[in-house]
């Protein structure tokens, strides 16, 4: 499972001209589902995420969590973080979960961020969509279950 988290001041997500999900301050999360990737990995990588001390205190050290500054979340999936770009010039997707499975962990994850008690906003699985943000920083961290041994 990978997240990219960027730390923003606003987001938003349109499918077909019509806004589906917008924050303030917060993090805009693209996920990426892979094919090995269970609740148990979501549940520890949702726990991180949410713990990271990302945010500014008054002293400009970046030591608050996304609950300390009352943040909020923008989810987006996004199977292409898990492409393959070592052979050849077409990206390969072959490590990406599978449609029904990826689908069932991202709202899994939505939900649980939601029982959390974090105000969560989401795109649409599988659609087009038009993301928009303004990165704060820009602050953007990586993370990724296999590295962290998830």
């Given at each position: 499972m990978k997240?990219?988290?960027?730390?923003?001041?606003?987001?938003?997500?349109?499918?077909?001209?019509?806004?589906?999900?917008?924050?303030?301050?917060?993090?805009?999360?693209?996920?990426?589902?892979?094919?090995?990737?269970?609740?148990?990995?979501?549940?520890?990588?949702?726990?991180?995420?949410?713990?990271?001390?990302?945010?500014?205190?008054?002293?400009?050290?970046?030591?608050?969590?996304?609950?300390?500054?009352?943040?909020?979340?923008?989810?987006?999936?996004?199977?292409?973080?898990y492409a393959d770009c070592r052979h050849g010039n077409r990206p390969s997707f072959t490590n990406a979960g599978g449609a029904k499975e990826s689908e069932e962990l991202y709202q899994y994850i939505i939900e649980k961020c939601r029982d959390k008690g974090v105000l969560t906003e989401k795109g649409i699985f599988g659609a087009d969509m038009k993301v928009s943000l303004i990165n704060e920083g820009p602050f953007t961290i990586v993370m990724d279950s296999e590295e962290m041994g998830y």
């Open positions: 997240f990219v988290i960027q730390v923003v001041s606003e987001a938003s997500v349109t499918v077909d001209k019509k806004q589906v999900g917008a924050i303030t301050k917060g993090f805009l999360v693209l996920i990426g589902i892979g094919k090995e990737d269970t609740r148990e990995t979501a549940d520890k990588m949702v726990e991180k995420m949410l713990k990271l001390r990302i945010f500014e205190d008054e002293n400009g050290k970046t030591n608050l969590s996304l609950a300390d500054v009352g943040g909020s979340l923008l989810l987006v999936s996004q199977f292409t973080l």
